[in-house]
């Protein structure tokens, strides 16, 4: 069946550093692929998607570029703030309209 | 703000009770989901509504149902409740023709 597959966590980086979270999936055609964001406390919020091969998400200085050869879907970030701690979940739709996500990834930046 | 309300945010409640979680949607939107999240299981789908009718079924327990009201407003009941019933409960909505949903801010629930 359909799943996604996430980098285990947590991820540690100080201000300014490059990020990258692996997400990668197995799916039946394709569809299209989210990243969703979960601050503490709070619930997930859309933070980038992609309807077909070859398209790049990109939102708040985030990017993932969906690569159909590699069935790949890469959370990267160029410079991270404290203020992107989270939690980051890569998510596909399956079986009709309901998501399952990875296993999410949580981020903690420090100045 | 998704524009989806939960209420309660918190709820505490013991083994062998019966709970209550409601969802209010987007403005216009006609599909529901319910998601459960748990340390153990992650993000797991529990059921979908679409216009007041059950759309898609997940892993949710017999214990569990839902419904969705005339004015789109959706229940999860809760039943028979057991400790590792405490989790994240998340609604999520759109209109129905798109995969991509909005989340609510979740009820958390915890059973002692």
Redesign the interface.
Known sequence: GDSVTQMEGPVTLSEEAFLTINCTYTATGYPSLFWYVQYPGEGLQLLLKATKADDKGSNKGFEATYRKETTSFHLEKGSVQVSDSAVYFCALPSGGDKLIFGTGTRLQVFP | D?G?TQTPKHLITATGQRVTLRCSPRSGDL?V?W?QQSLDQ??Q?LI?YYNGEE??K?NILERFSAQQFPDLHSELNLSSLELGDSALY?C?S?L?TT????????TRLTVL
């Open positions: 998704s989806v599909s989901y998601y992650g993000l789908f979908q759309r898609a997940g998340f999520a759109n129905g995969n991509e949903q909005f989340f609510g801010p979740g």
